[in-house]
């Protein structure tokens, strides 16, 4: 196992605003954007596996915590609408 990583220490902090990312032949290629720069990194794929799994636990504990839900949509993804039809009693929806 790893040593844990000091987060007080260590090189400055660069705050992400955005990211791009690929998986290419086999590995993760992915760009994180910062106001006009851009910063690139290459992961193989059982270490991106372990990252995307690991951010997911931290992330749900975090919302379990704080009883919260954090919006983890991808931009492609469609927007639940938040006007819900209601039944009215003695009506039954339409079904096809």
Same mark, same amino acid.
């Given at each position: 196992?790893? %040593? &844990?990583? #000091? =987060? ?10 955005? =990211?791009?990312?690929?998986? $290419?032949?086999?590995?993760?290629? $992915?760009?994180?954007?910062?106001? &006009?720069?851009?910063?690139? =990194?290459?992961?193989?794929?059982? !270490?991106? @596996? @372990?990252?995307?799994?690991? !951010?997911?636990?931290?992330?749900? /504990? ?5 009883? $919260?839900?954090? &919006?983890?949509?991808? %931009? #492609? ?9 209601? $039944?009215?009693?003695?009506? /039954? %929806?339409?079904?096809?």
């Amino acid at each position: 196992m790893e %040593p &844990d990583f #000091n =987060f007080n220490e260590g090189p400055a902090k660069t705050f992400v605003g955005g =990211f791009h990312a690929r998986i $290419i032949n086999g590995l993760l290629h $992915i760009v994180f954007t910062s106001a &006009d720069e851009e910063y690139s =990194f290459v992961l193989p794929l059982d !270490l991106t @596996k @372990k990252l995307s799994r690991g !951010l997911a636990a931290q992330v749900t /504990e975090i919302e379990k915590k704080n009883n $919260i839900v954090i &919006d983890g949509r991808l %931009p #492609n993804e469609p927007m639940v609408s938040p006007i819900q039809a209601k $039944i009215v009693e003695g009506e /039954e %929806p339409e079904r096809k």
